[in-house]
């Protein structure tokens, strides 16, 4: 579990094709491989990985196709940087907000706009995940929480302080480029519930919505 606040921006070292389509990836980070272990997780860009080796502030993780096919991660080459966190620890303060590191989708920046304190951000995202992204609500953003601002059918707004811009890859996003999204859990837990509810209290209900 994460919190979606950044904890280092680090910089991708090298991409190994493994067996299959899979993947091992070199990450360098010199603050969160600095107490890591083998088995360890480490957020990158939001994507929870497993450490498999830690040397001289790298570590390797091996990354799966499907890992590959579902996020962004895919189109990372070395030199490119990441967004880094650690796994939360127990009593440690919230920061954010509850972050899995399960990618629900891939979303691509739309236009940015300068303002004198802080950036609005547009992103479009899967008509999918949509109905989990609710205004005043909480999105990751390649690893980053953040609030939205503003949402439509297929995009949604978000503001970017300069902290923000300066610390993490967001500052450098440019239209087109693609990010990891990761809707809040809370939010498909509760549509989970209530679709089990609604069918409990159907039992019959066929398939085309009409109880028999």
């Excluded at 272990?37 to 040397?55: F, K, M, P, Q, Y």
């Excluded at 939360?88 to 920061?95: E, I, K, Q, V, Y």
């Excluded at 503003?150 to 480029?177: H, R």
């Amino acid at each position: 579990m994460f919190t979606g606040i950044v904890e280092e921006l680090g910089e991708i070292v090298r991409v190994t094709p493994t067996a299959g389509d899979s993947a091992l990836v070199a990450v360098r980070g010199p603050l969160v491989t600095s107490d890591a272990r083998h088995g360890d997780s480490i957020a990158v860009n939001g994507v929870c990985l497993t450490v498999v080796e830690v040397a001289d502030g790298t570590f390797t993780a091996d990354v799966m196709g499907e890992t590959l096919r579902r996020s962004a991660l895919g189109a990372l080459r070395p030199g490119d940087p990441v967004n880094l966190e650690r796994a939360a620890a127990l009593g440690s303060r919230l920061g954010g907000h509850l972050v899995q590191g399960h990618v629900d989708g891939v979303g691509e920046l739309i236009s940015r706009e300068p303002a004198e304190q802080w950036e609005t951000v547009r992103f479009r995202l899967p008509t999918a995940l949509s109905r989990y992204v609710v205004e005043k609500g909480s999105i990751t953003i390649d690893g980053v929480s953040l609030t939205v601002a503003e949402v439509g059918a297929d995009q949604f707004a978000v503001g970017l302080i300069p902290t923000t811009l300066k610390l993490t890859t967001l500052g450098a996003k440019a239209a087109g480029d693609p990010v990891n999204l990761e809707v809040d859990v809370l939010a498909k837990y509760v549509e989970r519930l209530l679709g089990s509810r609604a069918t409990d209290a159907h039992p019959l209900a066929s398939s085309t919505g009409e109880v028999a």
